[in-house]
């Protein structure tokens, strides 16, 4: 059994002072290190709050969160950009990638900002890193010359070069079209199976949820449906995410 990777505990999320909107209700959670999760549900359901909270961007309101048994809430806002920079790996739809720089100046850039100029062993990783994506004749190209899959790519090597633990993707593949988004689908998990990096991947496609190892859908802030595609097989998993099978009441 691998070990728990990040661990949640009835957590809240309220936004506003005066008028309160209650975002997530209750959200526990346990995910094993190694896992490639991903996070469904319609819009304004709570994935991207509940993506922040996990990737330390946010606070919950109430409850604990745990990740690699350290507890996010003890600590100050430094210390948790600390544990983002070593811990975590950031794939985002609307990658921040900066156009007018090379690929791999885009790769070492959060180093750039994190720690002051790369030296050459960085340096080197980056471009191994670059490799690995499948970009090596692209190591020198302005990234705006780079299709989106491409671009894609260069993100998740940016994402892994703190050699992260746990990497929170927010649809990396929303921009791409099938076939684009499918080896961005492949890579990950290859990255996913190398190096048993963890895997929170928030998806509005049913294809992509369903290569997953498991399926968290949130409804109304609150989790519906928790299971293992590949374990019940295609035909029931479509028939569970087909399924109504939540329904709250009106939060009070
Ligand atoms: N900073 C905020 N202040 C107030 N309400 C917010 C804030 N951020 C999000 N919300 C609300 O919280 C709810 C959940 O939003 P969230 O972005 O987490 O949903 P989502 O499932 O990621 O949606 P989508 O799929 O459309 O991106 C929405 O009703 C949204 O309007």
Redesign the pocket.
Known sequence: MDKILVSLDSVNKV??DEVK?Q?LFDVSLEIPQGQFLALI?P???????LLNILGALDRPSSGTILINQQNLGQLSENQLADFRNKFLGFVFQFHYLLPEFTTIENVLLPYWIGKGKPNRQMFNEAQRLIERVGLANQINKRINLLSGGQQQRVAIARALLNRPQLILADEPTGALDTKAGDQVLDLMQEINGENNTTFIVVT?DRNVALRAERIIE?IDGRICKDFFPQEVGKEKSIEILESHACVWDEPS
């Open positions: 936004y506003g909107t975002v549900g819009s304004g359901s709570g994935k991207s709050t509005h949130l």
